[in-house]
């Protein structure tokens, strides 16, 4: 009964490197979604996918950040040519239904970036 | 664009002391969510209120949607040291795709 699963769950990279965050959303849940969690501060909403598609991607930077959700395998959440503002903890959460329709996320571990 | 805050940011209470904490939205709300995070841990689900006015309970958690579904509260009773953690409200407006955040509010519980 794996919940959301996240991997890495630290990951450090250099400056200037890439940096691929991975989530299996639960068993049955087609929508994901990606947050950025600064110490001490709150989520931000960066993407939202449904299998194989970007439904909303207006919290991501427009450079350098990209989200996919293929078909088979993970979400992948990449971050090129790392700065050091860009270290955090990213959370990746699924549901079974669209936002609209209500009802709670569940959230994954998270992954901790680093940049060094 | 929307903006979801939360009063206070800190609640240092003593244990078995009740205490509230609030959460405002900037637009009108489909629906609210509460989250708990524990140190080092994730967000995990509490509730879902849709209707204006609602409350509802869960052991010593009560929680209110407000008349214009624009503000939420949550007040718990005879705090305890599991209670530590940060309480995140949670906000999406009506047909909306994202869940919108507050801030939260850091629970630190004093023996």
């Known amino acids: 009964n794996a919940g959301v699963m996240q991997n890495p769950r630290h990951l450090v990279r250099r400056r200037g490197q890439e940096a691929r965050l991975r989530c299996s959303p639960m068993?049955?849940?087609?929508?994901v979604y990606w947050y950025r969690q600064l110490p001490e501060e709150g989520l931000k909403f960066m993407v939202y996918?449904?299998?194989?598609?970007?439904?909303?991607e207006s919290g991501m930077p427009k450079e350098r950040f990209s989200a996919e959700f293929p078909k088979e395998g993970p979400s992948i959440l990449r971050i090129q040519q790392v700065v050091r503002g860009d270290s955090a903890a990213y959370f990746c959460?699924?549901?079974?239904?669209?936002?609209?329709?209500?009802?709670?996320?569940?959230f994954g571990s998270g992954t901790r970036l680093t940049v060094v | 664009g929307q903006q979801v805050m939360q009063i206070p940011q800190y609640q240092h209470v003593q244990e078995g002391e009740d205490f509230t904490t609030y959460c405002n939205s900037s637009?009108?709300?489909?629906?609210i969510q509460w989250y708990k995070q524990r140190p080092g841990g994730h967000p995990v689900f509490l509730i879902q209120?849709?209707?204006?006015?609602e409350v509802k309970k869960q052991k010593r958690l009560t929680f209110q949607f407000g008349e214009a579904k624009k503000n939420s509260s949550l007040h718990i009773t005879a705090t305890q040291t599991t209670d530590v953690g940060t309480y995140f409200c949670?906000?999406?407006?009506?047909?909306?795709?994202?869940?919108?955040f507050g801030g939260g509010t850091r629970v630190l519980v004093k023996p």
């Open positions: 209120l849709v209707k204006s006015g």
């Open positions: 996918l449904q299998k194989e598609n970007i439904i909303d």
């Open positions: 949670a906000g999406l407006k009506a047909a909306g795709n994202k869940l919108t």
């Open positions: 637009t009108t709300l489909s629906n």
């Open positions: 068993k049955g849940h087609s929508h």
């Open positions: 959460a699924s549901s079974p239904n669209p936002p609209r329709q209500g009802g709670g996320y569940t």
